[in-house]
């Protein structure tokens, strides 16, 4: 009888897209709800975007164990903070934490691609996108997962940032408005759905203004 080798791995790739767009006085940030691992749906309802404060909210894809236990992380070192400074973080803040968290794991990691979005101190939008070892920097848009590489050429066609080597530095906001950002995100979707198997069904839209958070859906193709 031959031996099998054992090929078992903590590790699974449950897909899904996330993508955030950050504005002059807003943020839009969006994930599909379809997970799946091979070519098996296992639900078609599973949020991918967490509120972690008032005014910030991560997307996160990759696998969904590990996601979790993130999440868990982030939000008891968020109420310790909270408790010790008696306010919330800020979002630069929360994105600085979550850089902390994945680096700190870095040797056996979090498999998540996260985007964490938001309004900073000054209530202008900021993205910051992640690499599974907390490397992370802030951008005026972002796409992770499965269908990042579909959509990311298309955001860079649409509203390319200004160079970081740029002096005098430009903010890396979109000038796009809310409704016009919200528009583009559900095109993003519309195609890369088309093309990317583990993105699908519905779309999760949340924006945050001076007003609050704000959510919508679209329905995503479910084959």
């Known amino acids: 009888m031959t031996k099998q080798q054992a090929n078992w791995s903590p590790y699974d790739n449950n897909g899904g897209t996330c993508v955030a767009v950050a504005g002059a006085d807003y943020c839009v940030i969006a994930a599909d709800t379809r997970m799946s691992t091979?070519?098996?749906i296992l639900t078609r309802d599973?949020?991918?975007?967490?509120?972690?404060?008032d005014?910030?909210?991560m997307a996160s894809s990759g696998f969904q164990a590990d996601v979790r236990a993130l999440q868990k992380v982030l939000a008891s070192r968020h109420l310790i903070y909270q408790h010790q400074h008696n306010k919330q973080m800020s979002c630069p803040a929360m994105g600085q934490l979550l850089s902390n968290t994945l680096y700190y794991k870095r040797f056996f990691p979090y498999y998540s691609f996260n985007v964490l979005g938001g309004l900073d101190n000054e209530?202008?939008?900021?993205?910051?996108?992640?690499?599974?070892?907390?490397?992370y920097e802030r951008v005026g848009y972002s796409a992770?997962?499965?269908?990042?590489?579909l959509i990311m050429p298309f955001l860079d066609n649409q509203l390319k940032?200004?160079?970081?080597?740029?002096l005098p530095a430009k903010d890396a906001v979109t000038p796009l408005?809310?409704?016009?950002?919200?528009?583009l995100?559900?095109?993003?979707?519309?195609?890369?759905t088309e093309r990317d198997i583990y993105t699908g069904d519905k779309l999760e839209i949340v924006v945050l203004n001076a007003d609050g958070i704000r959510r919508e859906e679209m329905d995503l193709r479910k084959d």
């Open 38 to 40: 091979g070519y098996n």
């Open 46 to 53: 599973y949020s991918k975007i967490i509120k972690l404060a």
């Open 55 to 57: 005014k910030c909210v």
């Open 123 to 135: 209530g202008k939008g900021c993205v910051f996108t992640y690499d599974a070892v907390g490397s």
């Open 144 to 149: 992770q997962g499965s269908g990042s590489t």
């Open 161 to 166: 940032s200004p160079s970081p080597l740029l």
């Open 177 to 183: 408005s809310e409704s016009e950002a919200i528009d």
């Open 185 to 192: 995100v559900k095109t993003c979707f519309a195609s890369a």
